[in-house]
């Protein structure tokens, strides 16, 4: 008897399951089963598996994890139709595990609507106050490299992993425009930190099925590492609240002139109280989240980018070799570049740009909410849909790149050596959602990577090996550790 009512309750949630489907909806690559819906169909990297489909499907097609439905939208047509055409419908952020355990539904990452537009016009304004895209804030990197410099140079040209050194130091850049704090690179508090930021992004990886099979984390035991990215969570909301010092905070309303984040943050929300403004994002819980994930997303990627720049000087030393003499014949070798050199550099910014590009550090962009029905490549995207950008699919393009798995700077250069930069080329994103720190990052890039091309020449470990070029791949992508031989240059 048993066996004939199971079969008769997986025949009806099949069906209610298929006539639950949107009409006109996006293609999808097999058969989604109740419950798994296409997980059963994912072999080896999920990235890998989502390009594999786009080639198959089309740039537009549907997933099914779990009770979620989400579109996959690929190219840089569909994507930037989507960012710029449908941006008031995609603001908002879907409800899952990673809006509600990591980023608490608050913050510039998590916010949508009204309250995510008031963050982010404050994080802006903020940014450029404090010299976004001016020497003041290219002064603040400055000491960052030069400490990144001489703290190599001790090595002797021993063989190093420099890692978590490039990561201090971008560190304490985003520290410095939060807190106006830094950190030397032994200090116990910053290991500590980038031990759990190091942690965080592994667990995301092994923690991501959760936001589609949201009855995992009650799993007995931790296979998922659920419980262990909670800990971790806290623990790096412990540390931001204590360098926070809030109660130390000095705000005067009635004066614009502000030496950090926090302050500006503290300053404008006392602001809105004494106008009687209650309906605000600007609150403790929201001043925690949003520099929480300036933290994350403005370290991570950053560091890792840089990490993957002397990789790939490494394994191309002959493009190593260019870098150094285009510095030599613009700028001379008396001192390092600044950002004024940047237009001049041109084989030097060809080489950041593929660094991005070839590296592809964020693969996908966060999941946004479609708040309305969308039209998109023929086919319907339905409210309370997921919608997903891969990013990699405009960054490996092979109609728009000829050879993407190819490492080649000259891509960004035309006949005359000027820089030509793809539409393409979109590490950050589009749209009002891109990366907020997009300016920052640039900078920082620029600015680290000309003065280590400046100052040392580097070599591989092993004289008769180079490292991989393979990354590893979780929640981002990142070098597999390597070590390096850094030689000062002689001039």
Known sequence: MLGPVLVFLVTLVTLLWWRSRPRNAPPSPGWAMPVVGHLHLFKGNPIDQLSAWSRSLGNIFTIQMGPFRCVMLNGYDLISEACLKHHESLLERPNNFS????????????????????????????????????NVMAERIRVEADYLLATIEKSQGEATDISNLVMVCVTNVICGVSFSKRFDHEDDKIIQWLGFVKRLFELLGSSAVINFFPVLKYVPGDPLRYKELKSTLQKMRTTIVEWTEKEKRTVNISDEAFEDVVQAFLTEAERKKSQGVK??????????????????????TTANTIVFSVLYMVCFPDIQAKLYQEIEDVVGTDRAPDVSDKNKLNFLSAFIMETQRFSGVIPLAIDRLATSDIHLGGYTVTKGTSVMLNLDSMLRDEMAWGDPEVFR????????????????????????????????????????????????EFFSEYEDKLPSMEPNVGFSRAAKPFKVKAIPRTT
């Open 279 to 300: 309906d605000t994002s600007l609150d403790d819980a929201n001043l925690l989240s949003s520099v929480l994930s300036f933290f994350n997303a403005g370290t991570e």
């Open 409 to 456: 700077p000259d891509r960004f250069l035309d006949e005359s050596g000027s820089v030509v930069i793809k539409k393409e080329f979109l590490p950050f994103g589009i749209g009002k959602r891109h990366c907020i720190g997009e300016g920052l990052a640039t900078m920082e890039l620029f600015i680290f990577i000309s003065a280590l091309v400046h100052k040392f």
């Open 99 to 134: 809006h509600e355990e990591i980023f608490k539904y608050a913050g510039i990452i998590s916010l949508g609507g009204r309250k995510w537009k008031e963050q982010r016009a404050f994080l802006q304004s903020t940014l450029r106050s404090l010299g976004m895209g001016r």
